[in-house]
């Protein structure tokens, strides 16, 4: 395999709630002010990430069907108590 290394700012946007498409609209804002204030010629385009609760797929895709910045979209989820594996490892510590 051939890796590269990507040198960019990411700007990662949690919503407790579904996706909607002003959010999108929101984490492009804070995207393109890293851009201009903190990118430099060195730096590759910052990434952008929007992690909500729940996100309809047809509404994500057509938001960023004709997106020229690097955002993604996807849904996390939440968990109310660790596995036990996890839990029995910090316990040790």
Known sequence: ??????????VIEIKIGEFNPSDFGQLVFYVNAIDRLE???????????LLCKEADKFVAETTLSNSSTHIGISKYKLIEELPNYLSKRLNNK
Do not use: F
Not at 1 to 9: C, D, Q
């Open 39 to 49: 990118k430099t010629d060195r730096d590759d385009p910052t990434i952008g990430l």
């Open 1 to 10: 395999m051939n890796y590269s290394k990507i040198h960019a700012y990411v």
